[in-house]
């Protein structure tokens, strides 16, 4: 069985810091991994994803996360967070074959002025 | 970047009647499309997941006589539930993928409240 770990309910920032958000992960062979964010009325929005290569990935709106094999983790990260990054993020897994994507239970952002 | 609609964006109906979703690719084919439920303050729970012409496949759990899919083409699948009851209250949310490569990430449409009465 396949499980993402987001071992934070909400992460409170203040405007220019660095933000960080925890995701860990459990799956059998290669993971492919993926950051999703959910704002309020409005669908889940594709940030990043982890295939192979650099551990290293940079996506949307700033946002970069690197996967770590032997933590099994794909932390999400950006340098200076902005107010208008206060949102729900979800973190995802899958197996390299398979169309199951397993999501975290939700990390709520705040972002504070 | 790709865009999924859904439709209805939310609907009431009374117990025992039957609710019909859409969900449709606006700008890309998709040969998969997935269905979720999230419940309140809770993540995104895989319902079944179609490809375009065959079966949908459910998820362990999910009744298929009770929420049926049709993916009939590359751009729409529906969902319906049917003899719908309270406790089918819920968000509902597709997603659909191009291309036949699973390492492809899914685009999501904005969801459907549901609230059976």
């Known amino acids: 069985a396949q499980s993402v770990a987001q071992p934070e309910d909400q992460v409170n920032v203040a405007e220019g810091n660095p933000l960080t958000v925890k995701c860990t992960y459990s799956?059998?062979?290669?993971?492919?991994l993926f950051w999703y964010v959910q704002y309020p009325n409005r669908g889940l929005q594709f940030l990043l994803k982890y295939i192979t290569g650099d551990n290293l990935v940079k996506g949307s709106y700033g946002f970069e996360a690197e996967f770590n094999k032997s933590q099994t983790s794909f932390h999400l990260k950006k340098p200076s967070a902005l107010v208008s990054d206060s949102a729900l993020y979800f973190c995802a897994v899958k197996k390299a074959a398979g169309n199951k994507l397993t999501f975290g239970g939700g990390t709520r952002v705040l972002v504070k002025p | 970047g790709a865009v999924v609609s859904q439709h209805p964006s939310w609907v009431i109906c009374k117990s025992g009647t039957s609710v019909k979703i859409e969900c449709r690719s606006l700008?890309?084919?998709?040969?998969?499309m997935f269905w979720y439920r999230q419940f309140p303050k809770q993540s995104l729970m895989l319902m079944a997941t179609?490809?375009?012409?065959?079966?949908?496949?459910?998820e362990q759990g999910v009744e298929k006589d009770k929420f049926l899919i049709n993916h009939a083409s590359l751009t729409l699948s529906t969902l319906t539930v049917t003899s719908a009851h309270p406790e089918d209250s819920s968000f509902y949310i597709c997603?659909?993928?191009?291309?036949?490569?699973?390492?492809?990430?899914?685009?999501f449409g904005p969801g459907t409240r549901l609230t059976v009465l």
């Open positions: 997603s659909a993928r191009e291309g036949a490569n699973s390492y492809n990430e899914q685009f």
């Open positions: 799956v059998s062979g290669n993971p492919y």
């Open positions: 700008d890309f084919q998709a040969t998969t």
């Open positions: 179609s490809n375009e012409g065959s079966k949908a496949t459910y």
